[in-house]
């Protein structure tokens, strides 16, 4: 009798694994076989836990030929959204931005070398061809230093919106928001000057001729220029500052004059050979380099 009440209070299931049954309450003896968290029943029933996710065995309707068509479905239908993304992405994701990006540190020493040296004779601007079929009409950047790519421009640009940062941080009256509004101005100045080029190709009846991603590669080579000039603006003076800023413009000026040559020549064989007209359009392309470096390497007020 003490056996019997000294365990009255404690858990049903305790007094069940004792074989002891309470007064006032029924315990239901469950065998251990149809017990699927048991160990011995998850064991000896393998699909109590299947694929569905239910216990017991795997429906018959998703296993036979109903499950096979919905899982055909399913996979047509997941590739179809993959299609339309890449559709509608394509220009974001593999092809000509991988290519665009394939650079080394070899070639990036080089590249930089070539934008501040434009005008020595062992640069002749020509890209190599692919020499494999199927592939990109040139080698990538990491095998041609003529090729372009968009690891330095963007690089070069987002060096440029901290150089500017370092420039206005002392100032009493810097705000973050001036941070913002210089990247998005670079940003907007990198776009026109991409316009720029695609509309000089345009009016030489040529603007098919290059992607607009080498294009915008081109045109983003200008803010190497300007950070140089805006670090010779913060540190060498007035004076230091104009004789950089003359021979960033120069540089600017004879590698894009040879490089959008080279575009016009080489790479184009629907080119009318108007010479006076195209020296025109690219003697403009090179004197708009001198201003846009000024605009750019101007230290914003705060």
């Given at each position: 009798m003490a056996n019997?009440?000294?365990?009255?209070?404690?858990?049903?299931?305790?007094?069940?694994?004792?074989?002891?049954?309470?007064?006032?309450?029924?315990?239901?003896q469950q065998p251990v076989g149809h017990s699927p968290h048991h160990p011995t029943a998850a064991a000896s029933n393998p699909t109590a836990f299947g694929d569905g996710g239910f216990a017991g065995a795997a429906?018959?309707?998703?296993?036979?030929?109903?499950?096979?068509?919905?899982?055909?479905?399913?996979?047509?239908?997941?590739?179809?959204?993959?299609?339309?993304m890449?559709?509608?992405?394509?220009?974001?994701?593999?092809?000509?931005?991988?290519?665009?990006?394939?650079?080394?540190?070899?070639?990036?020493?080089s590249k930089l070398f070539l934008l501040v040296f434009p005008f020595l004779k062992k640069y002749n601007y020509v890209r190599v061809p692919e020499q494999l079929s199927g592939g990109h009409k040139y080698l990538p950047p990491r095998q041609d230093v003529n090729a372009p790519d968009l690891y330095i421009p963007v690089m070069a640009l987002w060096t440029y919106c901290l150089l500017v940062g370092i420039a206005l941080f002392g100032s009493e009256t810097f705000k973050p928001e001036i941070l913002y509004n210089t990247v998005s101005t670079a940003i907007g100045a990198w776009a026109v000057h991409t316009v720029m080029l695609k509309v000089v190709l345009w009016m030489l009846g040529i603007g098919s001729t290059a992607a607009l991603l080498?294009?915008?590669?081109?045109?983003?080579?200008?803010f190497v220029a300007a950070c140089i000039i805006l670090v010779a603006n913060l540190t060498l003076g007035s004076l230091g500052y104009h004789v950089v800023w003359a021979y960033g413009g120069l540089c600017m000026a004879v590698f894009l004059v040879r490089t959008m040559k080279r575009v016009i020549f080489s790479e184009s064989s629907q080119y009318s050979h108007q010479a006076s007209r195209h020296n025109y359009l690219l003697l403009g392309l090179a004197t708009f380099q001198f201003p846009f470096l000024a605009w750019l390497s101007r230290v914003p007020s705060s």
């Open positions: 019997q009440y000294s365990n009255y209070g404690q858990h049903p299931w305790a007094a069940q694994q004792q074989n002891i049954q309470q007064p006032g309450f029924f315990v239901p429906d018959p309707f998703l296993s036979g030929m109903a499950g096979n068509v919905l899982r055909q479905q399913g996979q047509t239908y997941l590739q179809r959204s993959q299609a339309f890449q559709s509608k992405m394509g220009f974001l994701s593999g092809g000509l931005m991988q290519y665009l990006f394939a650079v080394t540190p070899e070639y990036v020493r080498e294009l915008a590669a081109y045109a983003g080579y200008p």
